[in-house]
């Protein structure tokens, strides 16, 4: 039986306010992508395709972000933060192709250096990965801990 001061857990009220939650952090980061995108939109013309690959990374990263909400308070929630890590450090190395970028402007071959931007973006994402990491086996101990201690 349940007592007065407990309620029954409601499963699928607690999945619709993570959706909820999950929707309008995406909602965020798009206007936020957008924002910013406003400053970039010039140089489209000077690096062909840097609007598909900026849209891909954001697509990519908002939906890692949403299904680490829908299973936030599992498990699987680290897993998609380590993913989301993983991600960023990858793409950012394919895109930046290693951080050396050769481009030609109007008969000009230009070459430029990205590799100290590519260098700190990997970092912080080792950072994020790191934490999320953590992150993981604290949750797995503390299920352990509540599972020894009943």
Sequence with gaps: MVEENERPKRPAR???FKAVKALAKSFIIYLLYLFVWSFFAQ?????????QIAENFVIVYILLGVFGDLVSGTVFQHFFNVARAFF????????????ILNLEYMGVAL?????????A??????????????????YMGEKAELTLNP
């Design 88 to 99: 960023v450090i990858g793409y950012l190395t394919l895109a930046l192709q290693g951080g």
């Design 14 to 16: 607690s999945l619709i």
């Design 111 to 119: 070459t430029v250096d990205l590799r100290l931007f590519l260098m």
């Design 43 to 51: 140089f489209e013309s000077y690096v062909p395709g840097l609007q």
């Design 121 to 138: 973006a990997i970092l912080l994402s080792l950072l994020s990965l790191a934490k999320s990491m953590l992150q993981a086996i604290k």
